[in-house]
């Protein structure tokens, strides 16, 4: 079993930036992908961004890709979302997972607040 916890969230003001983090524990990563996900009020989960372990591709929505950036720090076990130019459709709560790569994503944190105010 993988423990996520997330980090990071917060209030900005559109254009703003904010980092998120992922600190994961419980199994070695190396056959692993990891990504983030949001739920905006009274809309379904959705991808925003996954990373492999082993080699650090990554895979972006087109709704984030130039604005946001995954990355990860092995020594640490610890996945970033680097979020920059924030709209206001952007306010969701982030979710980590994780998953075997190939497979879909079966572990997942507790989310964090993101709100981006116009």
């Known amino acids: 079993q993988v423990q996520l916890v997330e980090s990071g969230g917060g209030l900005v003001q559109a254009g703003g930036s904010l980092r998120l983090s992922c600190a994961a524990s419980?199994?070695?990563?190396?056959?692993?992908?990891m990504g983030w996900f949001r739920q905006a009020p009274g809309k379904e989960r959705s991808f925003v961004a996954r990373?492999?372990?082993?080699?650090?591709?990554?895979l972006y929505s087109d709704s984030v890709k130039g604005r946001f950036t995954i990355s990860r720090d092995n020594a640490n076990n610890t996945m970033y979302l680097q979020m920059t130019n924030l709209r206001a459709s952007d306010t969701a709560v982030y979710y980590c997972a994780s998953g075997i790569d190939g497979s879909g994503y079966d572990s997942w944190g507790q989310g964090t607040q993101v709100t981006v105010s116009s």
């Open positions: 990373i492999r372990w082993a080699d650090g591709t990554t």
């Open positions: 419980g199994r070695t990563f190396s056959a692993y992908k």
